[in-house]
């Protein structure tokens, strides 16, 4: 069944539509074809940092505080000169035509909607012209970047200085694709009609790399992704644009430290939504040590298991100034197009929203150390493992 064939499915929001972001991921998996879910669900070799990205939240407890003044709730920040509605930003992710035919348009036109930035893969199947067009300058658009050599990246960065996009993201956790065992079993390529527009040409189509028994995504990445860039070709990027350059993909302190110094506007913590390095920390587990290195020298952000408002007061209270979501907005966009990424997106600002009001944080940055205390506390006998799974749809 090609995506959205069925028609579209009620969007959040909508009576009868989708009450949590769970809700949405159920209706999405009938409408997608089995290949593509698990290329956009599944994670690399065991899944275990894929499972322990959404188990860490469930190790940490809100701190309510009451008889707050609530009654004007704020849950806006800014980011790079721009006030964003919510501390939320839609991830990049390839080839959004996956999920839905009007592609990256669609989210762009969501994220607009919506008022929080949309981060363009290099990957995208529309041309980043044409997406910061149907964002309309609604909403701030960042480019993502693969080190696929110094001609492709140089020109990209020029073409999103002068669309109007707002910062670069380099990431930096995919020297090459890891080994996602469901696209390896299901012989995985996007479909040769869904291309990578932006570095069509300078890339042979991912189609090229379609072969019995193998991911044509983690092949195309082994014959182009260049691996042996450092921080000095950060450092040459960053000199070479005026766009702020944000690092994705930081994990530890010594890294985040290396961001600062390197002249980075903003470092991500993400261990790429568990699809790179399996048995890496889960990024909530990361963020605290992220944080306190950058001491508030740039803006930390993170993604990775966010699922509800919860998530993201959690994430602000560890460190971070907001939060990126990745698999969500394209469970929307199957569900319904637009409409239904921006749902989602909705429906995470509006969780927010009551967490702020009823924990008594009326603005984002009022999110500090003291909101969270871990659960179960140390000395609890029997604590759960880490990374212990927790149920389905929590
Ligand atoms: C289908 C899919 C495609 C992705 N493509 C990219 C990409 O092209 N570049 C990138 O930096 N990260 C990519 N990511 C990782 C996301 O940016 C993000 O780190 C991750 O999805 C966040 O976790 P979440 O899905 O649990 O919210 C992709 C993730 C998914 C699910
Ligand atoms: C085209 C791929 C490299 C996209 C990606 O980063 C991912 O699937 O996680």
Redesign the pocket.
């Known amino acids: 069944m090609p995506p959205g064939s069925a028609g579209p499915a009620p969007a959040p929001g909508t009576p009868g539509g989708p009450l949590t972001v769970a809700d949405v991921e159920t209706a999405a998996r009938g409408r997608l074809p089995a290949d593509v879910w698990d ?4 994670g690399s070799r065991t899944e275990w940092t ?1 499972a322990a ?2 188990a860490q939240f469930g190790h940490w407890a809100l701190r309510p505080r009451v008889l707050v003044d609530v009654s004007d709730p704020d849950p806006s920040v800014e980011l790079f000169g721009d006030r964003l509605a919510a501390p939320l930003a839609v ?5 959004h035509e ?1 999920a839905h035919e009007e592609g990256e348009l669609a989210t762009a036109r969501a994220a607009a909607a919506e008022g929080v930035p949309l ?1 363009v ?4 199947g529309r041309g980043l012209e044409e997406i910061a067009t149907a964002a309309g300058g609604g909403a701030p658009l960042w480019l ?1 970047l ?1 080190w696929l050599g110094r001609k492709v990246v140089d020109e990209l960065a020029d073409r999103a200085a002068v669309a109007g996009y707002r910062a670069l ?1 380099v ?1 930096a ?2 020297p090459r694709v890891a080994r996602r065992l469901r696209d390896v079993r299901n012989s995985f390529a996007p479909p040769p009609h869904i291309r990578a527009v932006n570095v069509d040409g300078a890339v042979p189509p991912v189609t090229a790399y379609r072969a019995a028994g193998a991911s044509a995504i983690e092949a195309q990445s082994r014959d182009r992704f260049d691996p042996s860039v450092t921080w000095a070709d950060l450092a040459r990027l960053r000199e070479r644009t005026r766009l702020p350059v944000v690092l ?2 930081v994990l530890t302190a010594e890294d985040a430290r290396l961001a600062v110094e390197h002249g980075c506007a903003a470092v ?1 913590v ?6 790179q390095l399996d048995g890496a920390l889960p ?1 909530l587990a990361a963020l605290p040590e992220v944080a306190e290195a950058v001491a508030g020298r740039i803006p930390v952000l993170l ?5 509800h408002g919860s998530d993201i007061a959690k994430a602000l209270a560890l460190g971070a100034q907001a939060v ?7 469970w929307g966009l199957a569900c319904a197009g637009a409409p239904g990424a921006a749902g989602v997106l909705r429906l995470l600002r509006e969780e927010f929203e009551e967490a702020m009001t009823l924990a008594g944080r009326p603005r984002a940055t009022d999110f500090t150390r003291t909101a969270v205390t871990p659960w179960p506390p140390p000395t609890w006998s029997g604590a759960p493992g880490f990374g212990e799974a927790i149920p389905e749809g929590s």
């Open positions: 290329f956009i669900e599944g894929l990205n959404r991830a990049p992710m390839a080839y996956l981060v893969a290099a990957f995208a993502q693969y993201v990431t956790d995919a994705k993909g991500i993400s261990n790429h939504g568990g699809r990024s993604d990775g298991g966010i699922r990126l979501v990745g698999r969500p907005v394209l």
